[in-house]
DNA sequence: CGCCTCATTGAAGCATGTCAAGGTGAGTGG
DNA sequence: CCACTCACCTTGACATGCTTCAATGAGGCG
């Protein structure tokens, strides 16, 4: 576990011997990671657990822009801005690599697969966020949030019973509702006995009518 | 004009010297410079003019993920998905080039200042686009226009009277909303003398007043 | 224990979508 | 040149999805 490829396709070890000062932190429910405008020192990459990336209006209320799960980066955008553009919290028990920015950037002029491995992240968060502008902008509610829990059920493959850290008031943040609204359907879902909830633990009993659920739209009944 | 850096800090003559196939293309409103699902062979730099890239629901209703300006890059995703994930439509009379995707990979590879550049372009994409999440996932219509307006300004700045080739339905498809509302609300920002329009073109009279709007929230009175 | 935050539910109000109708303007074929 | 069409814009009346406000109960934690 220890020796798999963290990033980039090189593992702790190999990035350590390029001169990289990688750091494996543990962290729990609540952590921050670092707030917006912090000024951005390190890059992480997640190696278990979930994180939100958390965006407030000057209003006090907040999105989630997006979530990360294992695999993904974090903070990346230190790359260009000198401080980062959300802030990161940790959802469940993470591990994570903390990367120096500095010496990534070094780095990454000096190897090209380097170069070429942060863009392809990229563009995956940039595929990700474009799907979530897709959700956001074209369905209501019980879609979005169909929807939602069929991707993050794909982040944990042949699990039957899916870890599932996200508040209602999470779930609102992310997917532009209300808390009560998502309440409301989630209660909805699990007296239709399309899900089971419990204790931070999520089952899915019928994806195919979670399916039919996110593909309906506000403007049409299909029949 | 023709002299100008168009990419990666180097002009066409520069780019057509390293072996790079460069075109320059002429669009007027409506043509399609791909659709999605199309294999991706090309890309672009948009030098003048404006171009959405629309993302379609099985149910036939259109999303515009991003709307393109003057110095922005398209098509760049085919390198590294085979296809391209949205369709582009010119939207008003446009300058591009088109570089050839396997050349331009190619040349990333060689050219360090090259990847660099384009994964800065990135990560402008996906700032934008979280900046779009934050306004569908937190904003009301009304501020949601306004905020749009604005940032539509910023691009044409010190001209007193903006080129706006925008339709109803497209302001309806990017902000997420109904083309009746939409110009529900382009109405009333009239009657109010916010704003003014005419054949094509746009003129915002109270940018204080809008961004007043634009700030304001579904949840909160501020007095 | 007492104080949080979270989850759930109800009732009421408002924002937005839907449906329908009529008006304008641009392009097209006669 | 005209008439036709078609996409777009506007407006109204109505339906409904979603939020807000309020109240209650349940679990964590000092």
Redesign the interface.
């Known amino acids: 576990m220890r020796d798999r490829s963290i990033f980039a396709g090189l593992n702790t070890e190999e990035l350590r011997s390029l001169g990289m000062e990688v750091q494996d932190i543990a962290c729990h429910q609540g952590d921050v990671l670092y707030r917006k405008g912090d000024s951005a020192r390190h890059a992480y990459t997640l190696r278990t657990g979930a994180v939100k990336l958390v965006?407030s209006?000057?209003?006090g209320?907040e999105?989630i822009?997006?979530l990360l799960h294992r695999g993904d980066l974090l903070g990346f955008?230190g790359?260009?801005d000198a401080q980062h553009?959300?802030a990161a919290i940790v959802l469940a028990p993470s591990q994570l690599c903390r990367l120096d920015l500095a010496e990534l950037q070094r780095l990454s002029?000096r190897l090209?697969k380097v170069?070429?491995a942060?863009?392809?992240r990229?563009?995956q968060?940039?595929?990700s966020?474009?799907d979530?502008?897709?959700e956001?902008?074209?369905?209501r509610a019980e879609a979005r949030l169909a929807t939602f829990l069929l991707q993050w059920a794909e982040h944990y493959p042949r699990l039957r019973s899916l870890p599932f850290p996200l508040s209602r008031p999470d779930l609102a943040?992310?997917?532009?509702l209300s808390t009560e609204h998502v309440s409301r359907i989630m209660a909805d879902f699990k007296r239709h006995a399309f899900i089971q909830e419990q204790r931070g633990h999520l089952e899915i009993l019928a994806p195919q009518s979670l399916a039919e659920l996110a593909?309906k739209?506000p403007?049409?009944k299909p029949d």
């Open positions: 965006k209006l000057e209003n209320r999105v822009i997006r955008e790359m260009q553009r959300h002029e090209p170069q070429e942060i863009r392809q990229w563009q968060a940039l595929q966020s474009e979530h502008i897709m956001l902008g074209a369905k943040a992310f997917l532009g593909g739209w403007d049409h």
